[in-house]
């Protein structure tokens, strides 16, 4: 049963192309590949976020509030109409990461968007979280806003399944065309070869973990793939303006 439920911290760092044989021969002594990402190969991750038609929830959040949400859906890989994804809630508290999310049919989450979080409910989903993301629904009024996806490889440790470190690369986004099913197509969000790692665990970070950061320079970086997206896309809007002013 897929996990619906996680509460971590998540830190973020960026990796240049040349240092990732290095970093991967370490991590691949103390963690377990993802089972898609068997011989180093990376899978994608697919994301609709949703927010008011004035963009209140990434603009409150580029603010860095102590308590921010968001609210997304999510494919592993490229979707039929008609597959499975994941509707999530996804909160952050001083730090602490609590996402929720409910199993549903693509069709059904633009249909619960849609109608202001009305839907029939079905024996598969989380029913509490539903109930959650109808409340935020209704508040915010939430309209689809941006496509973002991105290829990653993800690993486990071996001994501390709670420990997740992800790398993530080719993040791109677009404004159109804002369904799933409709592909990976966008523009780049970070330079060609470069990397965001995601360490993600509830407890403190292993020393072979922290040696391995220290000995490549590897530092923390503050990076939201929404929030950059978002200032792009003000940027671009900006310079529009100017064009035709």
């Not at 990732?20 to 370490?26: I, K």
């Not at 991105?150 to 486990?156: N, P, S």
């Not at 065309?177 to 790692?197: D, F, I, P, R, S």
């Not at 040696?211 to 529009?240: A, C, H, M, W």
């Amino acid at each position: 049963m897929a996990i619906e439920v996680f509460n971590r911290f998540e830190k973020k760092y960026f990796v240049k192309e040349e240092q990732m044989t290095r970093v991967l021969s370490e991590i691949e002594k103390h963690m377990t590949p993802d089972k898609n990402n068997l011989n180093r190969e990376t899978y994608s991750i697919c994301n609709i976020y949703f927010d008011t038609e004035n963009d209140d929830l990434i603009r409150s959040s580029l603010s860095k509030p102590v308590y921010k949400e968001k609210v997304r859906l999510r494919t592993y890989g490229i979707p039929k109409k008609d597959d499975i994804a994941f509707l999530e809630i996804k909160k952050k508290v001083q730090g602490l990461v609590n996402k929720r999310r409910t199993k549903i049919k693509i069709q059904d989450a633009y249909r619960f968007i849609e109608n202001g979080g009305k839907i029939g409910v079905e024996q598969y989903m989380n029913v509490q979280v539903l109930r959650e993301l109808s409340f935020m629904t209704q508040k915010y009024k939430l309209y689809p806003k941006v496509m973002i996806a991105y290829d990653r490889m993800a690993y486990f440790e071996k001994q501390n399944p709670d420990l997740r470190v992800s790398f993530d690369i080719n993040i791109r986004a677009r404004r159109n065309h804002l369904k799933l099913e409709e592909g990976t197509q966008g523009e780049a969000l970070l330079e060609a070869g470069m990397w965001l790692m995601e360490i993600k665990t509830s407890k403190a970070m292993p020393l072979w973990l922290t040696g391995l950061l220290s000995r490549e320079q590897i530092r923390p970086v503050s990076f939201s793939k929404y929030g950059t997206e978002f200032k792009n896309y003000l940027s671009s809007k900006k310079d529009k303006e100017v064009i035709y002013a």
